[in-house]
């Protein structure tokens, strides 16, 4: 079956670059979640998009935005990086709103030194 | 605001045996789902279960199961004839109205061969 792809699978950046983090959710699954999981820390939910629109907003810094294209793909952008943005960066998917099963692709390890 | 309380944060488990991880939840909301993810050392996200609030029943998925007490907010995986692949770490998850996952700190599993 399908999983959510997510790439980079690593990305290394120096403090003060920007990164963008692609997500390509399962097929039919129309809405697209980001979390960031630090090290030894429970993921942490950043934003969500249903049908290509913004539909909730955690902790995410003002430094980055995200977006959720036509064909369902979503980006993360993250701007002046931080060191303390160093963190495993997941893509999560499902077929419904607002809450069903929701599958993960297998992260983005941003680094960021 | 929902929280999900991990108290184990690591149990051990001898092959073969049962094993049960406890999580309690907090929330005004009375339609919800609850998960439990499992992240081995790949930290790959994999759902393992999920429990509907308004289903009485408990889920079962082959050797894992819930015991889900609505009344007393508490969700605990029962995994039974563990294996040696079901060392990981365990998350266990709410999913309320907004659509995005709040998890609890986890709950690291060690199997003893």
């Known amino acids: 079956a399908a999983g959510v792809i997510q790439s980079p699978r690593h990305l290394i950046k120096e403090k003060r670059e920007t990164a963008t983090l692609k997500c390509y959710p399962i097929p039919r699954h129309d809405t697209v979640y980001w979390y960031q999981q630090g090290p030894g820390q429970d993921p942490q939910f950043l934003i969500s998009?249903?049908?290509?629109?913004?539909?909730d907003k955690g902790s995410i810094p003002d430094r980055f935005s995200a977006q959720q294209f036509s064909d369902y793909h979503s980006e993360l952008n993250m701007s002046s990086l931080e060191l303390g943005d160093s963190a495993l960066y997941f893509c999560a998917s499902s077929q419904d709103y607002p809450v069903y099963e929701q599958y993960f692709g297998p992260g983005t390890r941003l680094t960021v030194t | 605001a929902q929280t999900v309380t991990q108290s184990q944060p690591e149990m051990s488990v001898q092959e073969a045996e049962t094993v049960t991880l406890s999580c309690t939840y907090d929330?005004?909301?009375?339609?919800?789902?609850l998960f439990w993810y499992k992240q081995p050392p790949s930290r790959q996200m994999i759902l393992v279960i999920r429990q509907e609030a308004y289903k009485q029943q408990n889920a079962t998925e082959n050797r894992f199961s819930v015991n889900f007490q609505k009344a007393a907010k508490s969700f605990s995986l029962k995994i039974s004839d563990s294996q040696l692949g079901d060392a990981a770490m365990y998350f266990c998850?709410?999913?309320?109205?907004?659509?995005?996952?709040?998890f609890g700190k986890g709950t690291k599993l060690s199997v003893k061969p």
């Open positions: 998850a709410f999913g309320g109205s907004q659509g995005n996952l709040i």
């Open positions: 998009f249903y049908e290509k629109m913004q539909s």
């Open positions: 929330t005004s909301e009375s339609d919800y789902y």
